[in-house]
T-cell receptor, first 111, second 116 residues
Framework: EPEVTQTPSHQVTQMGQEVILRCVPISNHLYFYWYRQILGQKVEFLVSFYNNEISEKSEIFDDQFSVERPDGSNFTLKIRSTKLEDSAMYFC?????????FGPGTRLTVT | AQSVTQLDSQVPVFEEAPVELRCNYS??????LFWYVQYPNQGLQLLLKYLSGSTLVKGINGFEAEFNKSQTSFHLRKPSVHISDTAEYFC??????????????FGQGTILTVHP
């Protein structure tokens, strides 16, 4: 069964550094998403992406964040200058229509 | 905008007992509803979904949920749980159309712990 994959599984970075989280969505999916889950809190929507542009973003998704689909398979989330409060599990998801399939997540630790 | 409330943060239960995990939502438009399960150190796996049609939906691993529009609820049930059902369960909602299509709003999660 096709699945969403994410790399790396765990990323440790220093405050102020740039990080890129990578995702490979399911190949025939059209919609792509990033969510995050701060430890002990609910899963929060960050951004959705369709037809090579952002279709919706939350207030969390400020100018420090960007997304890109650089080729036909990868979908990336970049955090330009990480803060301590960016420490969280980041989930990528993809869908054809209504059902979203989630990847296993990348745990980002900002020190 | 939508919101989801999962009324129980933790539910302990003995093996082979029935369980109900409660979920209420609010939305000004029609919605799709989902339950996801997260096992330790893993991603989110879809258990079941309600898009339209029958209000009783069946999912994987013997789980089912009933959509109640008047009570804006989508409670998850299983008649007999196993140790392997120990996990965190998330209720989620998305608008069935409009500008927020696809964006999932999650509840806080319910940790189900099944004891032998």
């Amino acid at each position: 069964e096709p699945e969403v994959t994410q790399t790396p599984s765990h990323q440790v970075t220093q405050m102020g550094q740039e990080v890129i989280l990578r995702c490979v969505p399911i190949s025939n999916h059209l919609y792509f998403y990033w969510y995050r889950q701060i430890l002990g809190q609910k899963v929060e929507f960050l951004v959705s992406f369709y037809n090579n542009e952002i279709s919706e973003k939350s207030e969390i998704f400020d100018d420090q964040f960007s997304v890109e689909r650089p080729d036909g398979s990868n979908f990336t989330l970049k955090i330009r200058s990480t803060k301590l409060e960016d420490s969280a599990m980041y989930f990528c998801a993809s869908s054809r229509v209504s059902q979203q399939y989630f990847g296993p997540g990348t745990r980002l630790t900002v020190t | 905008a939508q919101s989801v409330t999962q009324l129980d943060s933790q539910v302990p239960v003995f093996e082979e007992a029935p369980v109900e995990l409660r979920c209420n939502y609010s939305s000004s438009v029609s919605v799709y509803l989902f339950w996801y399960v997260q096992y330790p150190n893993q991603g989110l796996q879809l258990l079941l979904k309600y898009l339209s049609g029958s209000t009783l939906v069946k999912g994987i691993n013997g789980f089912e949920a009933e959509f109640n529009k008047s009570q804006t609820s989508f409670h998850l049930r299983k008649p007999s749980v196993h140790i392997s059902d120990t996990a965190e369960y998330f209720c989620a909602v998305t608008e069935s159309g409009g500008t927020s299509y696809g964006k999932l709003t999650f509840g806080q999660g319910t940790i189900l712990t099944v004891h032998p």
